[in-house]
């Protein structure tokens, strides 16, 4: 059982993990040990998070679905399965206790005078700088 807050926790059952063999250095143990991880979680028909929840993780996480509709988390950090398991229990966990708080709605506001006068002046300076670049065409 993933224990996200006091409230929310997925089950075990919810939770689908599938081996693979890992890429990169481990010597001779690497043809021979599956030790990387999938993590697929069907987050449409689990009961465990609530409805806006799963759409922000939807928006926040879209290249992590697939075709399915399934959460997929992989990991071959470690050379140790037990260790990726863990790893990727972390890296769900992150990504609903980031969807949990809503974004904070963005309040429109205008430039201050400070800053418009400032950005005048570097175009005034910018296109002073210019013209006395021009070829006058005179001796």
Not at 25 to 48: D, E, F, I, T
Not at 63 to 68: A, E, H, M, Q
Not at 82 to 91: E, Q
Request: charged share 30%.
């Amino acid at each position: 059982m993933l224990q996200i807050t006091d409230r929310i926790t997925i089950p075990d059952a919810e939770l689908e993990f599938t081996f693979a063999r890992s890429g990169g250095p481990g010597g001779q143990n690497v043809n021979k040990v599956s030790s990387k991880v999938h993590l697929r979680w069907n987050l449409a028909g689990s009961p465990s998070v609530p409805v806006e929840v799963k759409a922000r993780i939807v928006q926040q996480e879209p290249s992590r679905f697939t075709k399915l509709g399934e959460l997929l988390i992989t990991s071959e950090r470690f050379r140790d399965q037990a260790k990726n398991i863990a790893d990727c229990m972390d890296k769900l966990r992150a990504i609903v206790l980031h969807a949990l708080h809503p974004p904070k709605p963005r309040r429109a506001t205008k430039p201050s005078k400070a800053s418009k006068r400032r950005r005048l002046e570097a175009k005034r300076h910018r296109s002073q700088t210019k013209s006395g670049r021009r070829y006058s065409g005179g001796e």
